[in-house]
């Protein structure tokens, strides 16, 4: 074995510690997902989003990224059906964009969102946009809710307590946080941490969704009852239940796991052994040995 691979296969065997519940570590090579380059305590993800729920269901405009979209009002709460620009059942467009076309077109996009947000967005407490980072090119793309208080000051995703939980789920699986790609489906953060409203959430998907078709994944995992319930549009959804089963989005692999916020709050054995078994099927569909 290299010594590359020995020190990536050690520090693998220590990130994939108790934490994860784990019993088994991923020793094998690691893919090939291109070169190297908190949230605090909050209500359970479940019981936020009923909080949300209770706005008024009305038709809202289907904002393009390009067009300035109007600012937010809580009186033009969208249906889960109109949450998303694209239907979940059409698949992405075809992209053959090499990987530095896909880090243009990214950041072009970042100073679009970012220029739009100054402009249209209120000024409710955020410092900074949160567009999202990583990998370009990545076979794996994590999706959280929202930028915490850590994330806002920094203006980059999962960085905060939760994130540095995330960065160990990712090592165990024997990547590098730079192989993947972060992003939310909030781009700044949501007033004292609270989940985005299905009105905000129809002004920040065509963001995502831009993100995503750029970017191509062979697998979305979502972080959270709140992304997995608006990126598959199915305000129903319940993360318990849900978490561990594959779907589908826009013929990209996707499943849900619970948010590593949840995880710290509920640290149990087999709260960790669950998301390190999703996380393993993650693997499994990647094939990247373990
Ligand atoms: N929680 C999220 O959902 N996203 C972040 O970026 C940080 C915490």
New binding site residues.
Partial sequence: MRDVDLIRAARQLVETDSLLGADTMPLGTPLDLGSAP??AAVPSEDMKFARNRSAPAAAAPRPRPTAAPARPTVAASPQPAALSQTSIHEPLPANDMSKSDKAKELKKLEAEVTKWIEANWPRDGWTNV?FGEGDPDADLMFV?????AD?DRLGR??V?R??QLLDKQIGAMGLEREQVYIA?IAKTRPPGNRVPTPEEAVLWLPWLEKQIETIRPKVIVT??ATSAKYLLQNMKLAITRERGNWKTYRGVALMPTF?P?YLLRQYTKENRQRVWSDLQQVMDKLGMSK
């Fill in positions: 908190d949230r949160v959280g809710e929202g930028p915490g994330e995703p999962f905060g939760a994130g939310n972080l959270g948010h916020a």
